[in-house]
């Protein structure tokens, strides 16, 4: 049963913008985060982004703070990265994820499929 799921990956070329987006069919606990990672062929999952569901404050890793954005929409119970600039190095499966939050992949307990995120030189 899909409890999370993203959406919005795709084949984008260097410089383009990409928007993904996470829906949960379960409640998200406003104490809960939705974070974001991505993992690419041959290495650890990264993460990216996250946000307190509630408060909305979010944590961001360093190496996309200039060009990721995230946001949630507490009503429609989704999450959404906004990806700027993108470059070929963030080719990835993209994940969304939720739990207590953190930066650690161990910190999220319940975990998307995953959407492919291309891009192009």
């Known amino acids: 049963q899909v409890q999370l799921e993203e959406s919005g990956g795709g084949l984008v070329q260097a410089g383009d913008s990409l928007t993904l987006s996470c829906h949960s069919y379960?409640?998200?606990?406003?104490?809960?985060?939705m974070g974001w990672f991505r993992q690419a062929p041959g290495k650890a999952r990264e993460f990216l982004a996250a946000?307190?569901?509630?408060?909305?404050?979010?944590w961001y890793a360093d190496s996309v703070k200039d060009r990721f954005t995230i946001s949630r929409e507490i009503l429609k119970n989704t999450g959404r990265l906004q990806m700027n600039k993108l470059k070929p190095e963030d080719t990835a499966v993209y994940y969304c994820?939720?739990?207590?939050?953190?930066?650690?992949?161990?910190?999220?307990?319940?975990w998307g499929q995953g959407t492919q995120v291309t891009v192009s030189s």
């Open positions: 994820a939720v739990g207590p939050g953190g930066y650690s992949e161990y910190k999220f307990g319940l």
């Open positions: 379960l409640h998200t606990s406003g104490s809960d985060a």
């Open positions: 946000v307190r569901w509630s408060s909305g404050a979010t």
